[in-house]
């Protein structure tokens, strides 16, 4: 089984610092961004399971974060993690693709319980791709090297 | 309220309502009782005049038939004839025959001896030369005298015609009943005081006078004698009693005597003094009336513009405290995010510390082991008030929130006992009774079902916690009531017998951050939140509370649509 792997975007630095310690205790690893932007780009470079964002940050907020982030990568799990737990961001930020949402302040076990949660879920789909995929290998050599000459013909 | 606009509004309206219909209304009186005096005046002097002329007419025909039926014995006998004894007797009877009005008839040589006489009197021989009318008649040929007593000491007077034959100059005078004469000149009655008597040009009276005065009594009253002109004079003069009367005046027979006909001038112009009082009677009970009127709209009128202004203000009111709360919520919403930040940090702080401690703890690497219980001690205590925290930035978000109420259609009946099963259990364990009263009249309300549940809940809360402080577990009572309020909406009671509101402390309950709880127990938003979400479904809330007796709690809420 894979390890999850946490990206926490706040743009308080030291929750960010405290965050990623008290994580690293529990036995997760965890990476930080000052901002959307910086959490985009990491998650081009590495390979990142869940996503703790804060909604509220100055240059790039957090649901046109969300957003683009769900836009790129589409398996990556979004929490969304606010100080002001008003319905209507909740509903827009689950729209958008979050998995779920959190209020400040929250303990660290809720968040790793949110957070694992999630990372279940994520587990589940990709074991689900995998079986698919392992069925689509099964089901026929000559369509696959069909399939590899020409990739517009349908699956 | 202030009260000195409406005292100046209060007499602009009364002023204009009292003038404004007073103004037509005496104008109109006047205008009518001035035409109507005009009218009765020439009225009543043309007919004093019509009157006087009639009168005089008669009594001028009268006086010159009988000089007629005297000039005529006078050209129908010479004075021989007449002097033949029986003669005269004969003449007489016819004469008598002709008027009753002749009391005496008798023969005068030109030396005044009174030659034949036939009547009641001796008066024969008698001589006249010195008398004024034997005078006058010697130089006019004709004389009627003013009323006189002569040799007989009785008042009348003489009508005399003279002739002159063969160069001697006779005298044929007749006396006429002064009492028949009086009658005719006394035949006159205008209204309660109206008389007609003649004087002399002496001022004396020749027929008696109905108000008092005898014949040849001198009247008293000083009387404008008119010019010697024909016209008939009206004027008005005190007598000597001092009553006003109506004169109208006339002279007849050349001067001689004065008709007078007069009326006293309240009886002449009684209708003018009737319509006069009845104007006067109309004036005040229409003025009286308007008055009135005047009086009991401008209260009205007032009463009015002061029951409008006061509601303007109530709801000016409502509306300044709505933007308030507004601006608070909104403002309070952003103060809750920011502090909620910080607060995550020290949550996080606070986790690892914990952690550390832990660790630390289990490896036995702390070196003063004795202080160690303060320490959890404390760190358990940061941890409580990093929650109490949480509450407050909580119940401050929700009290901030503006979400759109999703109103429904509600129906009471089911619903308040649905709500009130979820507090049932702790107000069960608290030995409280809870009390529901909702009749099928209630109709449906207008209202979003959750946020009417968390206010009823808040509600119930706070019942709850003041019987604790009360009565402890036993004796508590909460009263749950519907019913339709008279205003077309629908009212909820929540009442309870706790420990009740100070009156101090009544007109605060709804600010928010208000709160009477030991400080961490309360945030001072429950109803301060719900007051908002009640005002926000265009309803209203109040509340009523006796400090040691319980609180009542009043919700109204729309009725929903049909």
Known sequence: ?155 | MQQAPYKAIQKIILASMILLPFIPFVLSLSIGYYFFAAALESNTVSRMERIVSDHRQMIETFLNERKADLEYILHAHSYEDLLQPGSLDVVFSLLQKESSAFVDLGIFNDQGVHERYCGPFELTGKIYLQTDWFKEVMKRGVYISDIFLGYRKIPHFVIAVAREEKGRQWVLRATIDSLLFNRIAEGVRIGKTGEAYILSARGILQTSRRSGGQLMDKCEDTLQYPEASAEIQTFIAKDIRGNKFLYATAWMKERHWLLVARQKKTDAFKDLYSAAYFIVIVSIVGGAIILATACCLTRHIVGRMAAVDAEKDQLNRQLIWASRLAELGEMSAGFAHEINNPLQIIKNEHSLIAMILAELKEKHRITAPDSLPDLEESLDQIDLQIQRCARITQSILKFGRKSEPAAMKVDLKQYIPEVVELVAKKAGVHGIKVLQKIPDSVPPAHVDPDQLQQVLINLFNNAIDAILEKHGSMGGELIIEGRPDPTGMIEILVTDNGCGIRADDLPKVFTPFFTTKPPGKGTGLGLAVCYGIIGGQGGSMAVESQAGRGTTFTIRLPVASP
């Open chain 1, 1 to 155: 089984m894979e390890k999850m792997k946490i990206m926490l975007v706040d743009d308080e630095e030291r929750f960010l610092e405290t965050t990623r310690k008290l994580l690293a205790r529990k036995g997760y690893d965890a990476v930080t961004a000052a901002s959307g932007r910086e959490a985009i780009r990491q998650l081009e470079s590495r390979h990142i399971h869940i996503v703790i964002l804060d909604v509220k940050m100055p240059l790039m907020d957090g649901i046109a974060a969300l957003k683009e982030i769900k836009r790129r990568f589409p398996p990556v799990e979004v929490i969304m993690l606010t100080g002001h737990a008003t319905v209507e961001t909740a509903i827009e930020g689950l729209k958008s693709g979050a998995t779920d949402y959190l209020m400040k302040p929250i303990s660290i076990e809720a968040l790793i319980q949110k957070a694992e949660e999630a990372f279940a879920k994520q587990m589940l789909l990709e074991e689900k791709i995998r079986l698919a995929q392992g069925r689509l290998f099964m089901k026929s050599p000559r369509e696959i090297l069909k399939k590899a000459k020409d990739p517009s013909a349908p699956d």
